[in-house]
């Protein structure tokens, strides 16, 4: 079945290094949408790409959506203690929009 | 800033009882989800609803799982005999429009069957 898989599972950062989590799809999607996850809380929409090739920028965070619309980045520049968390993407399930298929996540741990 | 709620934050329940878990979407969304996640896993679809019916549900919404929208502002996730492998954290979303595809999630309820 339809798939999303990011990597890596877990990263530890030095405060003021840059993160980068990937995530690729089985198949082609309509949009990808990121979500943040502090520890005890739940899930945040961040953003959402549609276009092939878009990239959107939050502050100190860039996302990608890939040309083929099957992958996409998160980078994060010069991280903060705020950063930690589990990043999460997500993408449609095949065929619709009703329902969405989450990739496994990546924590993110940040040393001050 | 509105905001999806969701009650209780935590039930304990034995295995074979039936739970009630609510939430009350954010008042002028149309669809509504439940998802569930494993302690330190990932993001589990379970159903998505709209016009008071269900229009999509993964694998693990099996006949032990229903849902309601008993009147217009509550949405309801009924167990009905639960099992040791149904303790989670249940989160309800909801979003505006199907167009509109982001989704707001309530805090969660954690579910612990014993």
């Known amino acids: 079945g339809q798939q999303v898989m990011q990597i890596p599972q877990y990263q530890h950062v030095q405060e003021g290094e840059d993160f980068t989590t990937y995530c690729n799809s089985s198949?082609?999607?309509?949009?990808i949408q990121w979500y943040k996850q502090r520890p005890g809380g739940h899930p945040v929409f961040l953003i959402q790409?549609?276009?092939s090739g878009e990239v959107k920028k939050q502050k100190r965070l860039t996302f990608q959506f890939g040309e083929a619309k099957k992958n996409s980045s998160l980078h994060i520049t010069a991280t903060q203690t705020t950063d930690v968390g589990t990043y999460f993407c997500?993408?449609?399930?095949?065929?619709?929009?009703?329902?969405?298929?989450w990739g496994l996540g990546t924590s993110l741990a940040v040393n001050p | 800033e509105p905001e999806v709620t969701q009650t209780p934050s935590h039930q304990v329940t034995q295995m074979g009882q039936e739970v009630i878990l609510r939430c009350v979407p954010i008042s002028n969304h149309l669809y509504f989800y439940w998802y569930r996640q494993i302690l330190g896993q990932k993001v589990e679809f379970l159903v998505s609803f709209y016009n008071n019916e269900i229009s999509e549900k993964s694998e693990i919404f099996d006949d032990q799982f229903s849902v309601e929208r008993p009147d217009g502002s509550n949405f309801t996730l009924k167990i009905r005999s639960t099992k040791l492998e149904d303790s989670a954290m249940y989160f309800c979303a909801s979003s505006a429009t199907l167009l509109a595809r982001e989704q707001y999630f309530g805090p969660g309820t954690r579910l612990t069957v014993t």
């Open positions: 198949t082609t999607l309509s949009n």
């Open positions: 790409l549609v276009k």
């Open positions: 997500a993408g449609p399930g095949a065929g619709n929009n009703r329902k969405l298929i």
